[in-house]
């Protein structure tokens, strides 16, 4: 039985056709079907010892909640995963799985593993289409209150688990609409922003309370909101907002997004329907997209779907190199992104007026490895050459913000601008003060985010415990 599990292919999931969603902004992954659901969870070896767990940073029972989708139990599946992450629906579409959960797993030693990411999107979207979304008994309040700076997946993640231990949490989100990456960053496509607000709804109908346009720095400080608002400690995950550019010349030609502006135009404000929403983007013919991450990626789909006749991907590296999920990258060959690999942007071209009318290259060659591990790459010498592009887009990282830092002059940061926290707790330089996710890390994934804010939570309360030891109520 386990030999035919081992040789069982693994249930592919149904999508849209490239030459159809590569034109519109609906999601490219249908899901699985129940049956299908259950035929992949029928895969699953129910192994004595699964690895699979140890791949997860937020502790999901994986090998429990596929159990459920294997006998039927699709709404009990649902809830397993909520025991340890509120964010299922959201997970099951981002979370790179291949290189976490899924590339543990045993299956896939002689095969492909078991699609655990698309039972989870299964199992959460099965709930909330069934309209049988419950919420945990609220448990005995503690009395103490905790601030969240941030409304993204690190900050919801914390809120969660805190309220479901008792305590009072406000999350202050800057922006108008809460979600973070996950609403300005991530394309419809890949996350349907009612996804979001479902999984938002669900962690207020926890307890948690939501403040948005609440810019902390400039609305409060944080020793306002531990001294005079009656906070008892605070969570900063504000992420890494501030783009990074490429420092070439004829970087401030018209015609020049970050990929942050650009993603931000388009999924928060809905730049795609304009004039029915207020916000415009300029939709260029020939675009270029810089670097090889998951923002390249988006960066260069959204240019697609805005109706670019030709997009490229200009990367430095090879493909071998990229750190963008595998998934994505098919996707992006799919759908008739074209790839420059081994090339490096030297130079945007102006057209005589201020705009952008094209962008001169390098070849470039690998070297031996830098310090993250993959092979330098050499300019080749006499390999220039021009693209001819109206658009241009640098996706090449991020830094924190320091609108909020500047107002902390007594918290740790280090040298590239991030704070100092410990690891494993988040705790920070400032009494009562704990951060976490790309704030101190700088750029990563949403799940990291997510296990940083679960990792926090935990942390905080033990703080809360033994700072208010003689509180009977605190200790559950």
Not at 57 to 69: A, G, T, Y
Not at 118 to 145: H, I, M, Q
Not at 437 to 466: F, N, P, R
Request: hydrophobic share 40%; with cysteine.
């Amino acid at each position: 039985m386990e030999e035919e599990k081992k040789t069982k292919p693994r249930v592919k999931i149904r999508e849209q056709g490239p030459l159809e969603r590569a034109r519109n902004f609906m999601e490219v992954p249908y899901g699985y079907t129940p049956e299908e659901a259950a035929g992949e969870a029928s895969r699953c070896l129910s192994c004595l010892r699964p690895a699979c767990r140890n791949g997860c940073p937020v502790e999901v029972d994986i090998p429990s909640f596929i159990k459920l989708i294997k006998e039927g139990k699709f709404i009990e599946a649902a809830w397993k995963i909520k025991e340890k992450n509120a964010l299922p629906a959201v997970c099951g579409r981002v979370c790179p799985q291949e290189i976490q959960c899924e590339s543990q797993c045993i299956m896939g030693r002689k095969g492909e593993p078991i699609a655990i990411g698309n039972l989870e999107r299964f199992a959460a979207d099965y709930e909330r289409e069934s309209g049988e979304v419950t919420v945990p008994e609220k448990p005995t309040p503690t009395g103490r209150k905790v601030a969240i700076i941030g409304a993204g997946p690190g900050g919801l993640t914390c809120a969660a688990d805190l309220v479901r231990l008792g305590h009072e949490v406000t999350i202050f989100e800057a922006l108008h609409k809460p979600g973070g990456v996950l609403i300005y960053g991530i394309p419809e496509f890949r996350l349907p922003k009612v996804i979001v607000e479902r999984e938002v709804e669900y962690i207020k109908k926890l307890g948690a309370e939501l403040v948005l346009d609440a810019v902390i720095g400039k609305l409060y400080t944080v020793d306002e909101l531990l001294h005079n608002k009656g906070y008892d400690a605070c969570f900063i995950v504000t992420g890494a907002g501030l783009p990074i550019f490429l420092g070439i010349p004829g970087e401030n030609l018209n015609g020049i997004y970050s990929a942050n502006e650009f993603l931000t135009r388009t999924n928060l404000m809905k730049a795609y329907l304009f004039p029915e929403y207020d916000t415009p983007i300029k939709k260029g013919k020939k675009v270029a997209v810089f670097g090889g991450g998951n923002v390249a990626m988006d960066s260069a789909r959204v240019a697609l779907r805005l109706g670019a006749e030709k997009v490229y991907l200009v990367y430095r590296r090879s493909e071998a190199e990229m750190p963008a999920r595998k998934a994505e990258v098919h996707h992006a060959h799919e759908e008739g992104i074209e790839f420059l690999f081994l090339t490096n942007p030297i130079r945007f071209v102006d057209d005589g007026k201020g705009n952008l009318c094209g962008v001169e290259c390098m070849k470039m060659e690998l070297g031996e490895p830098d310090q993250s591990g993959r092979r330098r790459p050499i300019p080749i010498k006499d390999s220039e050459f021009q693209l001819e592009i109206d658009i241009g887009i640098p996706a090449v990282g991020t830094r924190s913000n320091p609108l909020l830092l500047s107002t902390m002059p007594d918290l740790k940061l280090n040298k590239r601008g991030y704070i100092m926290a410990e690891k494993g707790t988040g705790m920070t330089s400032k009494e009562g003060v704990f951060a976490g996710g790309d704030i101190v890390t700088g750029s990563a994934t949403v799940i990291l985010a997510m296990g940083a804010g679960k990792q926090a939570a935990k942390a905080i309360h033990e703080y809360l415990k033994w700072k208010f030891w003689d509180i009977r109520s605190i200790e559950q």
